[in-house]
């Protein structure tokens, strides 16, 4: 399987793992991405042991590549809001208690806004959360995700990333999800000069850390700092970059999962089929 493109959409798990992975497989993917609860709320679906047996098996045999779980929208580490903090520190040790009964090894996380209390101090917060609730004994890669920008979001650098996992106690299991709208929306170029802000990242990251790619074209220009998800070709990005991108030497071997805004799973079929194609 050296040369598969691991590519697949995002998935509900509202009738459970496996019926998500159905839907992946029915449209020719090989990986999903899930939400591990409401993206808005704090409840989580009861784990079904025989589900997961049965995901597992549909995995196997369909030889799929890592899933991405993806954390509610809610859960803002960096906020200057203990109550807001509590329920962050609360879910995300739920959710990587959660993971460790699912074949699954990514785990994807926005790293939150500072809510007005500057980005040193919301970095702070968000430190503080991963090394209390981490574990050098889990077996969940805990991602942060690139961010665009907007508002008072952490995440927005490839510097903010780094100043995250530079301090982790468990560094051994944090990395990156890159969001292709969100970093050339950030002002890095992944058009015109991507081996220039892959070069950026390994020098302030390191490669090594970059575990899974968001791949979504960007209804907004280039450093507009904007979170606007378009589908792949109709965006700013466009379609010669993404064949940049799932091709490169660099990035070719790693998951890329789909957060393009469609109508049904039949978009996210056409996309697939296009990126496979190149």
Same mark, same amino acid.
């Given at each position: 399987?050296?040369?598969?493109?691991?590519?697949?959409?995002?998935?509900?798990?509202?009738?459970?793992?496996?019926?998500?992975?159905?839907?992946?497989?029915?449209?020719?993917?090989?990986?999903?991405?899930?939400?591990?609860?409401?993206?808005?709320?704090?409840?989580?679906? *009861?784990? &079904?042991? /025989?589900?997961?047996? =049965? !995901?597992?098996?549909? #995995?196997?045999?369909? %030889?799929? +590549?890592?899933?991405?779980?993806?954390?509610?929208?809610?859960?803002?580490?960096?906020?200057?809001?203990?109550?807001?903090?509590?329920?962050?520190?609360?879910?995300? *040790?739920? &959710?990587? /208690?959660?993971?460790? =009964? !699912?074949?699954?090894? #990514?785990?994807?996380? %926005?790293? +939150?806004?500072?809510?007005?209390?500057?980005?040193?101090?919301?970095?702070?917060?968000?430190?503080?959360?991963?090394?209390?609730?981490?574990?050098?004994?889990?077996?969940?890669?805990?991602?942060?995700?690139?961010?665009?920008?907007?508002?008072?979001?952490?995440?927005?650098?490839?510097?903010?990333?780094?100043?995250?996992?530079?301090?982790?106690?468990?560094?051994?299991?944090?990395?990156?999800?890159?969001?292709?709208?969100?970093?050339?929306?950030?002002?890095?170029?992944?058009?015109?000069?991507?081996?220039?802000?892959?070069?950026?990242?390994?020098?302030?990251?390191?490669?090594?850390?970059?575990?899974?790619?968001?791949?979504?074209?960007?209804?907004?220009?280039?450093?507009?700092?904007?979170?606007?998800?378009?589908?792949?070709?109709?965006?700013?990005?466009?379609?010669?970059?993404?064949?940049?991108?799932?091709?490169?030497?660099?990035?070719?071997?790693?998951?890329?999962?789909?957060?393009?805004?469609?109508?049904?799973?039949?978009?996210?079929?056409?996309?697939?089929?296009?990126?496979?194609?190149?």
């Amino acid at each position: 399987m050296e040369n598969t493109l691991w590519a697949g959409p995002h998935t509900s798990i509202a009738k459970g793992f496996k019926a998500a992975f159905d839907a992946a497989d029915k449209i020719g993917a090989n990986t999903f991405q899930f939400f591990t609860r409401n993206p808005r709320g704090k409840k989580a679906r *009861a784990l &079904d042991p /025989k589900d997961i047996g =049965a !995901l597992r098996l549909g #995995l196997e045999a369909k %030889h799929f +590549g890592p899933l991405l779980a993806h954390a509610p929208y809610t859960m803002n580490m960096a906020s200057k809001t203990e109550k807001t903090r509590d329920f962050a520190r609360e879910v995300f *040790a739920d &959710d990587l /208690k959660r993971m460790e =009964a !699912l074949p699954c090894s #990514l785990y994807n996380f %926005h790293p +939150g806004s500072h809510t007005g209390q500057g980005s040193e101090k919301g970095i702070d917060e968000i430190v503080e959360i991963l090394n209390a609730v981490m574990a050098h004994e889990q077996t969940t890669t805990v991602l942060l995700e690139t961010m665009s920008g907007k508002g008072t979001e952490i995440g927005r650098s490839f510097e903010e990333l780094a100043a995250i996992i530079g301090r982790a106690e468990v560094p051994e299991h944090l990395g990156v999800c890159l969001d292709t709208c969100h970093v050339y929306s950030a002002g890095y170029d992944i058009v015109h000069d991507l081996d220039g802000v892959l070069a950026e990242f390994d020098r302030l990251v390191g490669l090594e850390r970059l575990k899974a790619i968001h791949l979504n074209d960007s209804k907004t220009p280039f450093g507009s700092h904007k979170d606007r998800h378009e589908k792949l070709g109709a965006g700013s990005i466009g379609w010669a970059a993404f064949e940049k991108i799932v091709t490169h030497p660099k990035l070719r071997h790693l998951p890329f999962f789909l957060e393009t805004p469609q109508e049904d799973y039949s978009g996210y079929e056409a996309e697939i089929q296009k990126l496979r194609a190149f």
